[in-house]
């Protein structure tokens, strides 16, 4: 079965794996006026705290900017749509309801939000205060009749109270005393990793060395190979030179009968005419 999928802000790849994971096509929209009559659509949104999170270098939300009643415009379109909160997903009921919206709501355990960090729940309250708008619009889309109610869930209206929980005095010295306990562990495998890094280096000048003698030794593999070809030539031309030789010899030979023989005649001519 497919289904479309809008978010507001972030895309949330891990709702997107586990409804893949259940079976459904997925397909992600960049613009609502894409949205396909005869499809389940779902608009997705997250809490404060896991937009933030998701926009640490510049937080900010686009909560404030969904327009509720985009909804009505969507169904009046005839294209059936759900909000859905990604920071607390309860599958079964959501798989369900693309299903048959009729469909009764199944009973499984309840979803529950994730136990934030202390930091970013402190960096999420103190940003809500200078912005509560967004908080105003994540509560209005928690009691939107299409959002937490067809999770079978309880609309997450005291978030802040969930991150003031999480803020606490003890829990934030924890985190602090987690975090440099990390930190000292770091500098002691940094210690432990210089010498690490100069046998690298040393293995290194190592290797470089013997490719320079591997390459040294293929060069004089090739200077050695085309020795042998010249000592093969120096052969050949011996041998020509040997043969040559033969021949002078033999032409010199041939040349001294026949300079006895021009002798002979001429005293026998010698000897006729007398």
């Not at 259940?22 to 005869?38: D, P």
């Not at 030794?217 to 070809?229: K, V």
């Amino acid at each position: 079965m497919d289904i479309q999928l809008y978010a507001y802000g972030p895309a949330p790849l891990a709702l997107s794996e586990h409804i893949s994971h259940a079976g459904l096509q997925c397909t992600a929209l960049s613009n609502l006026l894409e949205a396909r009559r005869g499809l389940p659509l779902l608009l997705v949104y997250a809490d404060p705290l896991e937009a933030i999170q998701d926009n640490r270098d510049a937080p900010s939300l686009t909560l404030a900017g969904v327009p509720l009643d985009r909804l009505l415009d969507l169904q009046a379109a005839g294209i059936r749509c759900r909000l859905v909160n990604a920071s607390c997903v309860s599958l079964p009921a959501l798989v369900a309801w693309c299903m048959d919206p009729v469909m009764p709501i199944p009973n499984p355990v309840l979803p529950r939000f994730a136990a934030p960090d202390p930091f970013d729940a402190l960096l999420t309250l103190g940003w809500l205060n200078e912005h509560p708008e967004h908080l105003e619009a994540y509560q209005a889309l928690e009691s939107h009749p299409l959002a937490a109610a067809l999770d079978g869930r309880p609309p997450d209206l005291d978030c802040l109270a969930r991150y003031q929980q999480a803020a606490n005095l003890d829990a934030l010295l924890a985190a602090r005393q987690e975090r440099a306990a990390l930190e000292a562990d770091l500098v002691e495998l940094v210690q432990q990793l210089a010498p690490l890094q100069e046998r690298q280096l040393e293995a290194m000048a190592l290797h470089q060395q013997l490719d320079l003698l591997q390459a040294r030794l293929r060069q004089a593999d090739a200077l050695q190979e085309r020795c042998s070809e010249l000592q093969l030539s120096l052969q050949a031309q011996q041998l020509d030179l040997e043969q040559l030789a033969r021949r002078l010899a033999l032409l010199e030979q041939l040349v001294s009968a026949g300079s006895d023989a021009s002798q002979r005649l001429q005293g026998r001519l010698a000897q006729a005419l007398a």
